[in-house]
Protein backbone atom coordinates (compact mmCIF):
# COMPACT_ATOMS: atom_id res chain seq x y z
CA UNK A 1 0.00 0.00 0.00
CA UNK A 2 1.19 -0.07 0.57
CA UNK A 3 1.19 3.59 0.07
CA UNK A 4 -1.09 6.52 -1.08
CA UNK A 5 -0.46 6.50 -5.02
CA UNK A 6 -0.62 10.39 -5.92
CA UNK A 7 0.12 11.55 -2.47
CA UNK A 8 4.25 11.19 -2.47
CA UNK A 9 5.10 14.19 -4.94
CA UNK A 10 3.45 16.40 -2.48
CA UNK A 11 4.64 14.96 0.67
CA UNK A 12 8.09 14.63 -0.60
CA UNK A 13 7.94 18.59 -2.07
CA UNK A 14 6.46 20.26 1.19
CA UNK A 15 7.85 18.47 4.06
CA UNK A 16 7.88 14.93 5.97
CA UNK A 17 6.19 10.94 6.12
CA UNK A 18 6.73 5.42 9.81
CA UNK A 19 6.03 1.92 10.56
CA UNK A 20 5.82 -1.11 12.53
CA UNK A 21 4.48 -5.86 12.73
CA UNK A 22 3.56 -11.12 14.62
CA UNK A 23 4.82 -14.40 15.88
CA UNK A 24 4.83 -14.53 19.45
CA UNK A 25 5.57 -11.37 20.84
CA UNK A 26 7.58 -12.25 23.81
CA UNK A 27 9.98 -13.52 21.46
CA UNK A 28 10.20 -10.64 18.97
CA UNK A 29 11.31 -6.81 18.90
CA UNK A 30 11.36 -4.50 16.30
CA UNK A 31 14.29 -1.84 16.29
CA UNK A 32 14.65 1.25 13.87
CA UNK A 33 17.44 1.75 11.65
CA UNK A 34 19.09 5.11 11.28
CA UNK A 35 17.78 7.00 8.11
CA UNK A 36 19.93 7.44 4.81
CA UNK A 37 18.29 8.91 2.25
CA UNK A 38 16.94 12.31 2.71
CA UNK A 39 13.66 13.70 0.79
CA UNK A 40 12.74 10.09 0.92
CA UNK A 41 9.96 8.01 1.09
CA UNK A 42 9.62 4.13 0.87
CA UNK A 43 6.24 2.79 0.19
CA UNK A 44 6.72 -1.20 0.06
CA UNK A 45 8.88 -3.85 1.06
CA UNK A 46 9.80 -7.64 0.10
CA UNK A 47 11.59 -10.00 1.98
CA UNK A 48 12.85 -12.73 -0.07
CA UNK A 49 15.33 -13.97 2.62
CA UNK A 50 17.09 -12.50 5.60
CA UNK A 51 19.55 -11.81 3.01
CA UNK A 52 17.45 -10.06 0.27
CA UNK A 53 15.50 -7.17 0.91
CA UNK A 54 14.51 -4.50 -1.45
CA UNK A 55 12.31 -1.75 -0.52
CA UNK A 56 10.95 0.83 -3.15
CA UNK A 57 9.74 4.26 -2.93
CA UNK A 58 10.99 8.16 -4.36
CA UNK A 59 13.28 10.78 -3.59
CA UNK A 60 13.55 14.16 -4.13
CA UNK A 61 16.55 15.15 -6.38
CA UNK A 62 18.15 18.70 -6.52
CA UNK A 63 15.70 20.04 -9.15
CA UNK A 64 12.60 19.31 -7.09
CA UNK A 65 11.45 16.29 -9.19
CA UNK A 66 10.52 12.92 -7.68
CA UNK A 67 12.96 10.41 -8.80
CA UNK A 68 12.38 5.87 -8.51
CA UNK A 69 14.03 4.59 -5.31
CA UNK A 70 15.06 1.17 -4.81
CA UNK A 71 17.06 0.06 -2.05
CA UNK A 72 18.25 -3.52 -1.06
CA UNK A 73 19.36 -4.90 1.92
CA UNK A 74 22.30 -7.65 1.38
CA UNK A 75 22.04 -8.86 4.88
CA UNK A 76 24.46 -6.87 6.30
CA UNK A 77 23.57 -3.13 5.37
CA UNK A 78 21.17 -1.38 2.77
CA UNK A 79 22.32 0.62 -0.70
CA UNK A 80 20.76 2.15 -2.81
CA UNK A 81 20.02 0.38 -6.09
CA UNK A 82 20.21 2.73 -9.80
CA UNK A 83 16.77 2.75 -11.30
CA UNK A 84 15.60 4.51 -14.32
CA UNK A 85 13.19 7.41 -14.92
CA UNK A 86 11.96 7.69 -18.18
CA UNK A 87 11.66 11.78 -18.46
CA UNK A 88 11.92 14.96 -15.93
CA UNK A 89 8.22 14.29 -14.56
CA UNK A 90 7.91 12.84 -11.23
CA UNK A 91 8.28 9.22 -10.45
CA UNK A 92 7.24 6.98 -7.77
CA UNK A 93 7.24 3.34 -7.01
CA UNK A 94 4.22 1.96 -5.18
CA UNK A 95 5.34 -2.08 -4.75
CA UNK A 96 7.52 -4.32 -5.63
CA UNK A 97 7.70 -7.77 -5.90
CA UNK A 98 10.74 -10.58 -6.16
CA UNK A 99 10.06 -13.73 -8.70
CA UNK A 100 11.03 -17.39 -7.50
CA UNK A 101 14.16 -16.70 -9.89
CA UNK A 102 15.47 -14.14 -8.45
CA UNK A 103 14.38 -11.47 -10.47
CA UNK A 104 12.24 -8.66 -9.26
CA UNK A 105 9.38 -6.38 -10.30
CA UNK A 106 8.31 -2.91 -9.57
CA UNK A 107 5.33 -0.67 -10.65
CA UNK A 108 4.15 2.91 -9.94
CA UNK A 109 3.51 5.66 -11.77
CA UNK A 110 4.72 9.36 -12.89
CA UNK A 111 2.85 12.32 -13.39
CA UNK A 112 3.07 15.50 -15.69
CA UNK A 113 0.17 16.61 -17.87
CA UNK A 114 -0.77 13.13 -17.58
CA UNK A 115 -0.31 10.45 -15.33
CA UNK A 116 1.08 7.36 -16.66
CA UNK A 117 2.42 3.60 -15.19
CA UNK A 118 5.98 2.73 -15.01
CA UNK A 119 7.07 -0.41 -14.56
CA UNK A 120 10.77 -1.83 -13.80
CA UNK A 121 12.46 -5.16 -14.40
CA UNK A 122 14.85 -6.43 -12.27
CA UNK A 123 17.41 -8.75 -14.12
CA UNK A 124 19.58 -9.76 -10.85
CA UNK A 125 21.88 -7.00 -12.64
CA UNK A 126 20.50 -3.99 -13.43
CA UNK A 127 16.81 -2.33 -12.87
CA UNK A 128 15.06 -1.36 -16.78
CA UNK A 129 12.11 0.33 -17.34
CA UNK A 130 9.83 -2.17 -19.14
CA UNK A 131 6.99 -1.12 -21.15
CA UNK A 132 3.68 -0.79 -19.63
CA UNK A 133 -0.25 -0.08 -20.17
CA UNK A 134 -1.55 3.32 -20.13
CA UNK A 135 -5.28 2.38 -20.64
CA UNK A 136 -6.81 5.63 -20.21
CA UNK A 137 -5.75 9.47 -21.76
CA UNK A 138 -5.54 10.93 -18.32
CA UNK A 139 -5.05 9.29 -15.46
CA UNK A 140 -3.27 5.35 -14.89
CA UNK A 141 -2.07 4.01 -11.61
CA UNK A 142 -0.43 1.02 -10.76
CA UNK A 143 -0.69 0.26 -6.37
CA UNK A 144 0.31 -3.09 -6.37
CA UNK A 145 2.69 -6.15 -7.84
CA UNK A 146 2.88 -9.71 -7.18
CA UNK A 147 4.85 -13.07 -9.04
CA UNK A 148 2.64 -16.41 -9.67
CA UNK A 149 4.81 -19.53 -9.40
CA UNK A 150 4.48 -19.79 -13.07
CA UNK A 151 6.32 -16.47 -13.62
CA UNK A 152 3.44 -14.46 -14.95
CA UNK A 153 3.27 -10.87 -12.86
CA UNK A 154 0.38 -9.44 -11.60
CA UNK A 155 -0.51 -5.29 -11.13
CA UNK A 156 -3.44 -3.83 -9.84
CA UNK A 157 -4.66 -0.19 -9.71
CA UNK A 158 -6.77 1.98 -11.45
CA UNK A 159 -7.63 4.52 -14.77
CA UNK A 160 -9.36 7.36 -14.78
CA UNK A 161 -12.37 6.94 -17.35
CA UNK A 162 -14.78 9.44 -19.18
CA UNK A 163 -16.80 9.68 -16.95
CA UNK A 164 -14.14 11.28 -14.87
CA UNK A 165 -14.72 7.97 -12.38
CA UNK A 166 -11.77 5.82 -10.56
CA UNK A 167 -11.93 1.77 -12.60
CA UNK A 168 -10.38 -0.87 -11.10
CA UNK A 169 -7.63 -2.82 -13.75
CA UNK A 170 -5.61 -5.64 -13.51
CA UNK A 171 -2.87 -6.17 -15.63
CA UNK A 172 -1.08 -9.14 -16.77
CA UNK A 173 2.73 -9.78 -17.74
CA UNK A 174 3.03 -13.23 -19.19
CA UNK A 175 6.91 -13.22 -20.27
CA UNK A 176 6.18 -11.29 -23.49
CA UNK A 177 3.81 -8.29 -22.94
CA UNK A 178 1.03 -7.10 -20.83
CA UNK A 179 -2.56 -7.28 -20.89
CA UNK A 180 -5.59 -6.30 -19.48
CA UNK A 181 -7.82 -8.19 -17.92
CA UNK A 182 -11.88 -6.92 -19.27
CA UNK A 183 -12.85 -7.11 -15.40
CA UNK A 184 -13.58 -3.78 -14.04
CA UNK A 185 -15.34 -1.75 -10.57
CA UNK A 186 -16.25 1.21 -9.63
CA UNK A 187 -12.76 2.06 -7.83
CA UNK A 188 -9.28 1.74 -6.71
CA UNK A 189 -7.20 -1.36 -6.10
CA UNK A 190 -4.49 -0.89 -3.73
CA UNK A 191 -2.56 -4.29 -3.60
CA UNK A 192 -2.86 -8.26 -4.43
CA UNK A 193 -1.61 -11.17 -3.43
CA UNK A 194 -0.90 -14.31 -5.25
CA UNK A 195 -1.42 -17.30 -3.59
CA UNK A 196 -1.25 -19.92 -6.72
CA UNK A 197 -1.86 -19.02 -10.60
CA UNK A 198 -5.79 -19.80 -9.96
CA UNK A 199 -5.90 -18.18 -6.16
CA UNK A 200 -5.30 -14.51 -6.51
CA UNK A 201 -6.64 -11.42 -4.19
CA UNK A 202 -6.45 -8.02 -4.69
CA UNK A 203 -7.93 -5.04 -2.07
CA UNK A 204 -9.40 -1.81 -2.45
CA UNK A 205 -12.33 0.35 -2.21
CA UNK A 206 -15.15 1.07 -4.35
CA UNK A 207 -15.67 4.96 -4.93
CA UNK A 208 -19.37 6.55 -5.75
CA UNK A 209 -19.72 9.64 -7.82
CA UNK A 210 -20.24 11.64 -4.36
CA UNK A 211 -16.92 11.00 -2.96
CA UNK A 212 -17.89 7.64 -0.71
CA UNK A 213 -17.15 3.90 -1.00
CA UNK A 214 -16.41 0.68 1.08
CA UNK A 215 -13.94 -1.68 1.39
CA UNK A 216 -13.97 -4.48 -1.09
CA UNK A 217 -12.00 -7.57 -2.07
CA UNK A 218 -11.59 -9.61 -6.02
CA UNK A 219 -10.80 -12.96 -6.25
CA UNK A 220 -9.04 -14.91 -9.54
CA UNK A 221 -9.83 -18.33 -9.86
CA UNK A 222 -7.78 -19.04 -13.07
CA UNK A 223 -10.88 -18.19 -15.36
CA UNK A 224 -12.20 -14.32 -13.96
CA UNK A 225 -11.74 -12.31 -11.35
CA UNK A 226 -15.20 -11.70 -8.89
CA UNK A 227 -16.15 -9.52 -6.12
CA UNK A 228 -16.35 -11.08 -2.79
CA UNK A 229 -18.36 -9.53 0.07
CA UNK A 230 -16.15 -7.65 2.92
CA UNK A 231 -17.08 -6.07 5.99
CA UNK A 232 -17.59 -2.20 5.62
CA UNK A 233 -18.11 -0.48 9.13
CA UNK A 234 -19.19 3.29 9.56
CA UNK A 235 -21.37 5.21 7.53
CA UNK A 236 -17.78 7.32 5.44
CA UNK A 237 -15.49 5.77 3.32
CA UNK A 238 -13.95 2.63 3.89
CA UNK A 239 -10.65 1.20 2.26
CA UNK A 240 -8.33 -1.82 2.46
CA UNK A 241 -4.73 -0.75 1.59
CA UNK A 242 -2.96 -4.11 1.48
CA UNK A 243 -3.71 -8.02 1.67
CA UNK A 244 -1.58 -10.97 2.29
CA UNK A 245 -2.09 -14.66 2.58
CA UNK A 246 -0.55 -17.15 4.47
CA UNK A 247 -2.74 -19.85 3.13
CA UNK A 248 -5.44 -19.87 0.69
CA UNK A 249 -8.15 -20.39 3.82
CA UNK A 250 -5.97 -17.75 5.56
CA UNK A 251 -5.96 -14.33 4.09
CA UNK A 252 -5.67 -10.48 6.00
CA UNK A 253 -6.28 -7.55 4.75
CA UNK A 254 -6.01 -4.12 6.44
CA UNK A 255 -6.90 -0.16 6.05
CA UNK A 256 -9.39 2.26 7.50
CA UNK A 257 -12.70 3.59 7.72
CA UNK A 258 -14.37 6.58 8.63
CA UNK A 259 -16.47 7.89 11.10
CA UNK A 260 -17.63 11.73 11.41
CA UNK A 261 -14.74 12.24 8.98
CA UNK A 262 -12.02 10.38 11.49
CA UNK A 263 -9.75 7.32 10.22
CA UNK A 264 -10.00 4.31 12.40
CA UNK A 265 -7.83 0.78 12.19
CA UNK A 266 -9.26 -1.73 10.25
CA UNK A 267 -8.36 -5.47 9.84
CA UNK A 268 -10.50 -8.23 7.90
CA UNK A 269 -9.84 -12.17 7.68
CA UNK A 270 -11.27 -14.45 5.50
CA UNK A 271 -11.09 -18.37 6.44
CA UNK A 272 -11.40 -19.80 3.25
CA UNK A 273 -15.21 -19.34 2.92
CA UNK A 274 -15.97 -15.64 3.90
CA UNK A 275 -14.24 -12.34 5.29
CA UNK A 276 -15.24 -11.44 8.55
CA UNK A 277 -14.07 -8.26 11.28
CA UNK A 278 -11.92 -10.12 14.43
CA UNK A 279 -11.01 -7.58 17.43
CA UNK A 280 -8.20 -5.62 17.62
CA UNK A 281 -6.58 -3.25 19.71
CA UNK A 282 -8.30 -0.47 21.42
CA UNK A 283 -6.97 2.29 19.21
CA UNK A 284 -7.74 6.28 18.92
CA UNK A 285 -9.55 7.79 16.39
CA UNK A 286 -6.96 9.47 13.85
CA UNK A 287 -5.31 5.61 13.10
CA UNK A 288 -5.17 4.22 9.65
CA UNK A 289 -3.01 0.43 8.97
CA UNK A 290 -1.27 0.76 5.59
CA UNK A 291 0.55 -2.67 5.45
CA UNK A 292 0.30 -6.40 6.59
CA UNK A 293 2.38 -9.43 6.05
CA UNK A 294 0.76 -13.33 6.79
CA UNK A 295 3.64 -15.75 7.10
CA UNK A 296 1.32 -18.65 8.90
CA UNK A 297 -1.40 -19.30 11.27
CA UNK A 298 -0.07 -17.96 14.58
CA UNK A 299 2.27 -15.62 12.55
CA UNK A 300 1.41 -11.76 11.04
CA UNK A 301 1.90 -8.46 11.65
CA UNK A 302 -0.05 -5.10 10.54
CA UNK A 303 1.56 -1.45 10.45
CA UNK A 304 0.39 1.92 9.99
CA UNK A 305 0.30 5.58 11.61
CA UNK A 306 -1.24 7.03 14.25
CA UNK A 307 -2.00 10.92 13.83
CA UNK A 308 -2.77 11.65 16.88
CA UNK A 309 -0.56 10.37 19.18
CA UNK A 310 3.53 11.89 19.63
CA UNK A 311 4.87 8.04 18.94
CA UNK A 312 2.69 7.52 15.47
CA UNK A 313 4.19 4.17 14.90
CA UNK A 314 1.58 1.53 14.98
CA UNK A 315 3.00 -1.70 14.72
CA UNK A 316 0.39 -4.78 15.85
CA UNK A 317 1.03 -8.88 15.62
CA UNK A 318 -1.23 -11.65 15.44
CA UNK A 319 0.10 -15.01 17.86
CA UNK A 320 -2.71 -17.25 16.60
CA UNK A 321 -5.18 -15.89 18.95
CA UNK A 322 -5.84 -12.00 18.67
CA UNK A 323 -3.70 -8.70 17.96
CA UNK A 324 -1.55 -7.36 20.31
CA UNK A 325 0.85 -4.30 20.24
CA UNK A 326 4.43 -4.75 18.89
CA UNK A 327 7.30 -4.75 21.67
CA UNK A 328 8.94 -1.62 19.91
CA UNK A 329 12.05 0.36 20.95
CA UNK A 330 12.53 4.21 22.26
CA UNK A 331 8.66 6.13 21.29
CA UNK A 332 8.33 9.83 20.82
CA UNK A 333 9.19 8.41 16.83
CA UNK A 334 7.19 10.67 14.44
CA UNK A 335 7.89 8.05 11.66
CA UNK A 336 4.94 6.56 9.71
CA UNK A 337 5.16 2.91 8.69
CA UNK A 338 3.63 2.21 4.91
CA UNK A 339 4.46 -1.22 4.31
CA UNK A 340 5.78 -4.64 6.00
CA UNK A 341 6.67 -8.02 4.99
CA UNK A 342 7.95 -11.50 6.95
CA UNK A 343 11.03 -13.57 6.08
CA UNK A 344 10.57 -17.30 6.34
CA UNK A 345 12.31 -17.44 9.48
CA UNK A 346 9.96 -15.13 11.45
CA UNK A 347 11.84 -11.53 11.09
CA UNK A 348 10.67 -9.04 9.03
CA UNK A 349 11.00 -5.39 8.06
CA UNK A 350 8.97 -2.41 7.90
CA UNK A 351 9.03 0.76 5.68
CA UNK A 352 7.92 4.32 5.09
CA UNK A 353 9.08 7.96 6.49
CA UNK A 354 9.48 10.25 9.16
CA UNK A 355 7.52 13.46 9.55
CA UNK A 356 11.02 15.17 10.31
CA UNK A 357 12.32 17.84 8.08
CA UNK A 358 13.72 17.18 5.75
CA UNK A 359 11.74 13.89 5.33
CA UNK A 360 14.01 10.85 5.40
CA UNK A 361 13.33 6.84 4.36
CA UNK A 362 12.21 5.12 7.98
CA UNK A 363 13.51 1.47 8.06
CA UNK A 364 12.43 -0.92 11.54
CA UNK A 365 13.53 -4.78 11.44
CA UNK A 366 12.07 -7.34 13.19
CA UNK A 367 14.33 -9.97 15.21
CA UNK A 368 13.25 -12.79 16.78
CA UNK A 369 14.89 -15.28 19.43
Not at 1 to 9: D, E, I, N, S
Not at 35 to 62: I, S
Not at 255 to 275: L, N
Request: charged share 20%.
Amino acid sequence: MRRLAGCLVCVLLLGGVTISGAQEPAQCHWSTHAATVPDAVLFDVTAADPTNVVAVGAVVNAQGRARTLVRHWDGSSWETQPSTNVNDQHHQLNAVAVAPDGTAWAVGERRGRKTKTIALRYDGTSWLTRSSLNPSETRNLLNGVDVAPSGDVYAAGARWNAKRQYRTMIHRYDGEAWKMFRSAHPGILWDLDVIADDDIWAVGAQITASGGGASFAVHFDGTRWTEVATPSPGDGFNVLYDVSAAAPDDVWAVGEWYQRGEPRAWIVHFDGTRWSAPQIPDFSTYVSLRGVSALDADTAVAVGEDQDAEDSRVVIEWDGTSWARADQDAANDTSWPQAVDLTPDGAGWAVGYSTSDPPTDYVERRTCG
